[in-house]
């Protein structure tokens, strides 16, 4: 995965392309480049290490010119490294891409047999070298090129190609990883995503797959890959660029922490009916009568989610519910078919492993529908319905704001199918649903108190491992918070069903390992409890998460982070805010890198 932007118009483009790679930075920061025509020839300045790297270079090596392309890497093909980076030039053609190239191996030595040579290790320039024979094989313009270049590969890509012999057109191609286009007034954009070029159009056509897009400054043109005209009309996207920006924070991660009762209010708005104790979901046709089963498709935070989702949906909907880690799904053969429910769940809409979920699923007769942060994403575009949560773009690597507007998603769909199937009755929808709507305030109450959390951040910072703990709809919390810590902080942590605690990790507990136990009130309380004795009696250091107004969980846990109380089902949605605030002030404390962890890339679009 990777951040493409590309320019073409009158006004110098290189710091519009540095402008969308900032913004893009979170798809990956391996190495940077740009590739900007002027006077003949284009100029590629590309190094390894992040933006920052590139932007000093570019000061002793600057790129003037009016067209141009840029790029941010998230290497799968080859190491980071200068040579690897983007732009890839062959000849007079310029080339980046976000995705793999999957037959790259054979054509490289295909390519190679007769002649090509290569200076980089990774699939893209292999690309480069097909547009390159077409052109001088006398294709009669850069479209046609890439047109046959395209017919030799397959795999995942958004390709933009410049040639510096037409320097007044850049050529770009879509199949499975994200492409935009932003229309300007005698100027036009190509992006991975609209954040990258908000600050410049709001017009934007989002480019689907199959498709290849002619852009000059004063013309674009989607066609199929077999030329075929296809039309569309712009969307006019509505987020401020401020949403897009930290706003005084230190992280984007805290500041994304500090919008969720924000966000979550958003995802609310038009969406509970209490008049009919209902919820409105206008866009989803789902007879819930009809479904018999859902499985739930997701990755990392989002599979997370899906397992606080089984939770509802069960107990208020009484529908069975499975959850698959999408990149298991597929590579079993699994058994889905017509009258199974498939909930794709993916912030980013563009996780390659859930697109391919969703894919088998539908291939199998099932019905999609997708629970996404990111309007027209490829996730959401593929299902038969889409479910928009609306967090706003969530720039920090850990998810957060994303998540709670998930879980507040998954309650708003659990009572509507509940309705539908006459599980859940009517005072009792209106609880729930009075209790969503106040939920923003209860959880700017818990991230008003997260001074509590820095100090334990530095209390226990320090510690090798942690483990978290948690039973029913708290064990996803588990997890949630041993993956929040271990991504940002590069602690060790795991999370664990409390109860299963006595069948192995048990034998972890000492004096030197913090163990998070969470312990709201509930049908659980009593058993959690117990867990948290034996905890105790082993000497592990305690951190509880518990329901205000519990005075005896004091008398057993070293330390006690109290959240509002609320109906059972609802408890993920604050409990899990202290967890996100803890990882935030130990990463803090550990001063690493918390928007972009080692490793780590925003959207996934490899499998
Ligand atoms: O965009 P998605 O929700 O599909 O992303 C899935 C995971 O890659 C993502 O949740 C990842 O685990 C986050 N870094 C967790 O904070």
Redesign the pocket.
């Known amino acids: 995965m990777c951040g493409i932007v590309g320019y073409v118009g009158a006004r110098q483009a290189t710091p519009i392309l540095v402008g969308g790679l900032r913004k893009l930075e979170y798809r990956g920061y391996d190495s940077a480049g740009v590739s900007v025509w002027s006077e003949g020839q284009s100029r590629v300045v590309r190094c390894r290490g992040k933006l920052a790297a590139l932007e000093d270079k570019l000061v002793k090596e600057p790129a003037p010119g009016t067209i141009g392309i840029g790029h941010t890497r998230w290497a799968t093909h080859g190491r980071p490294s200068d040579e690897n980076a983007h732009p890839h030039k062959v000849g007079a053609i310029s080339v980046i891409h976000n995705g793999i190239i999957e037959n790259h191996l054979a054509l490289r030595q295909e390519l190679a047999a007769s002649g090509s040579k290569f200076t980089s290790e990774t699939d893209t320039e292999i690309f480069a070298h097909l547009i390159d024979r077409a052109v001088r094989g006398g294709a009669p313009d850069l479209t046609t090129a890439v047109r046959q270049a395209l017919a030799k590969v397959h795999g995942a890509y958004a390709f933009v190609v410049m040639n510096d012999k037409d320097p007044s057109t850049l050529v770009a191609a879509k199949n499975a990883s994200p492409m935009v286009v932003g229309l300007g007034d005698g100027e036009n954009f190509i992006a991975s995503d609209v954040t990258a070029i908000l600050s410049e159009t709001r017009r934007i056509l989002f480019i689907d797959e199959g498709e290849m897009v002619t852009v000059t400054r004063d013309a674009v043109v989607i066609t199929d890959f077999d030329g075929k005209p296809r039309t569309r009309e712009p969307k006019v996207i509505t987020w401020s660029a401020m949403q897009a920006e930290k706003g005084g924070y230190k992280h984007f991660m805290l500041k994304e922490i500090h919008e969720q009762p924000r966000a979550v209010a958003d995802t609310l708005v038009g969406r509970v009916d209490l008049e009919r104790d209902d919820v409105v979901l206008d866009d989803v046709k789902i007879d819930a009568t009809k479904v018999k089963r859902i499985i739930f498709v997701?990755?990392?935070?989002?599979y997370h989610a899906s397992l606080v989702g089984e939770f509802m949906i069960e107990a208020l909907a009484r529908i069975p519910v499975e959850v698959e880690l999408a990149s298991e799904f597929r590579y079993r053969d699994p058994i889905v078919g017509p009258g199974d429910l498939v909930v794709a769940v993916?912030?980013?809409g563009?996780?390659a492993d859930?697109m391919a979920a969703v894919r088998e699923a539908k291939g199998k007769g099932a019905q999609v529908l997708a629970i996404s942060n990111v309007l027209e994403s490829s996730i959401p575009r593929l299902a038969d319905w889409a479910f928009y949560t609306h967090a706003g773009p969530e720039i920090g690597?850990?998810?957060t704001k994303?998540f709670t507007t998930q879980l507040v998603s998954m309650a708003l769909f659990a009572i509507y199918l509940g309705r539908r199937t006459g599980k859940l009755a009517a005072p009792r929808a209106r609880e729930l649903l009075a209790e969503l709507l106040q939920l923003p305030t209860k959880m700017k109450d818990v991230i008003d108190h997260g001074a509590q959390l820095q100090v334990l951040a530095r209390r226990y910072g320090n510690a090798h491992g942690f483990l978290f703990l948690g039973r029913g709809a708290q064990y996803p919390i588990a997890l949630e918070g041993a993956?929040?810590l271990k991504?940002i902080s590069y602690i060790h942590a795991e999370g664990y069903a409390a109860g299963e605690m006595k069948h192995g990790p048990i034998a972890l507990i000492d004096e030197h390992l913090p163990v998070v136990v969470l312990v709201p009130r509930g049908p659980n309380y009593e058993k959690a409890i117990s867990n948290l004795s034996e905890v105790k009696a082993r000497s592990g250091k305690i951190l509880a998460i518990a329901t205000r107004g519990d005075t005896d969980i004091g008398s057993t846990a070293d330390e006690v982070v109290l959240v509002p109380d609320c109906p059972v089902e609802l408890q993920p949605i604050l409990t899990v805010l202290p967890l996100q605030l803890l990882s935030y002030y130990v990463a803090d404390f550990k001063g690493t890198d918390i928007d972009q962890p080692r490793n780590?890339a925003k959207?996934?679009t490899v499998e």
């Open positions: 997701a990755c990392g935070t989002s993916s912030q980013s563009e996780t859930t690597v850990a998810s994303a993956l929040k991504e780590l959207s996934v």
